[in-house]
C-alpha cells in the first residue's frame, strides 16, 4: 500500500510539472517551428550549449526528474551512475563528455542525472522515417518522432545548426539537454533518422553503453557520423559496421539517384542493408520500430497506414506539403507524436520541423 501511495505521488506530480509547463507555453493543436540555435563547434565543448541550457534552466531539470523513473533498481542503477559521472572522460568519447559537464554546470545538476538521461532517450523512442525517390531521382526523407514523454518534450524541442567557422556542418532536430542526434541533415551529403528497434531489455543497453568503452551509444554514433562522413557511402558504412549499444534502424537518404536505404543494426554490424529500387517500383521505403520483413503488430500498426497515404500520394506529387500530410496520417502521427520533419540534403534550405500538437 505504501508503495502504491508513493507511486501515486510522483505520477501526481508528474502530471502538475506537466500542466503547468502547457499552462506557460500554451499549447496549440496548429504545428509551429521549433526555436533554433546555433552550437559553435568552435567553442570549448563546456561552452557549447550554455545558451541552450540557460533558455530551458526550468524545464530541464523536471524533466530529468520524470525520465530518472524509468530506471531499474536503484541499486543497481545508481552506482553505476556514480560510476561513469567520476569518470566520465574515460567513459564517454569526445565531444560528449566535456558537452554534457557544461550542461551539467549551466543547470547546478549533477553530471550522472545529465549522463543517464541522454542513454535513456536512446531506448524509449518509437518513430516512424520515410525515405523515398521523386521522378526526377531526387532523394527526400519524413520522420515523426514518437516518444513516452510527449507533452513536455514538445516544449524543449529545438532545432539546431552545428557550425564551424560560422559555416553549418550539420543540422539536427533534438531536445533541449540531449547532446546526441537521431534526427539530422549534412546539406548536399545526406539525411538521417534513427528508429528505436526492441531487441534486449532496455536496461542491458544502458549498461552496455556504461560498461563497453568500445560500444558507441547510438545516438552520439549519429552525431558523429553527421560530423565526419563527407557523403551518403561514408556514413552508410561508419552506421553498419560500428559497434553500438543497442540495435537499431538507421534510415539515410543521399543526393543520388538510388541514395536511399533502411540498415537494421545489430550492436556488431549489420543484419539488412535494405536499399531503394526505384526501377524496380520501390521508390519509398517505410520503417517504423519492427523489422521490414516481417508484419508489424497489430496493436502498433504504422507501417500500413503510411504505405497507404505514400500509394495516394504518388512518386509525381513529392513535396514538403504532400509529405507533411503524409507524416499527419493517423496513426503515423499519435498522441506521443512530439515533431514531424520534412527534409533533403539536395535541397538543404527546405528542411523544416514543425512540433505536433494532436
Known sequence: MIKNMATSITMFSAFLILLSVACVNGFSSDPVNPPAFVVNL??????????VALKY?????????????????????LPLIRKIAADVDSYLAKPYAGEMRGIAKTLNMSLGDVVTCNLLYDISAFCTSIVMQDVNGTIWHARNLDYSFTEILRNISIRVDYQKGGKTVYTGITYAGYVGLVTGQRPNAFTMTMDERDQGAWWMNILIAILDRNASPVSFLLRDTLAMSENFTAALEKVAYTTTAASFYTIMGGVRVGEGAVITKGRVGPIDIWKLDAKSGRWYEVETNYDHWAPPP?????????IKAMNSMGQKSISKKSLFNVMSTPPVMNNKTTYTVV??????EMMEAWIRNP
Not at 497489430?298 to 503510411?306: E, H, I
Not at 527534409?343 to 538543404?348: H, I, K
Request: charged share 35%; net charge negative; hydrophobic share 35%.
Open 343 to 348: 527534409m533533403s540534403a539536395a535541397q538543404p
Open 57 to 77: 534552466k526550468q524545464l530541464v531539470p523536471d524533466i530529468y526528474a520524470i525520465m530518472k523513473q524509468f530506471l531499474p533498481d536503484p541499486t543497481i542503477s
Open 42 to 51: 568552435d567553442l570549448p565543448e563546456e561552452q557549447r550549449w550554455t545558451e
Open 298 to 306: 497489430a496493436d502498433d500498426d504504422r507501417r500500413d497506414p503510411a
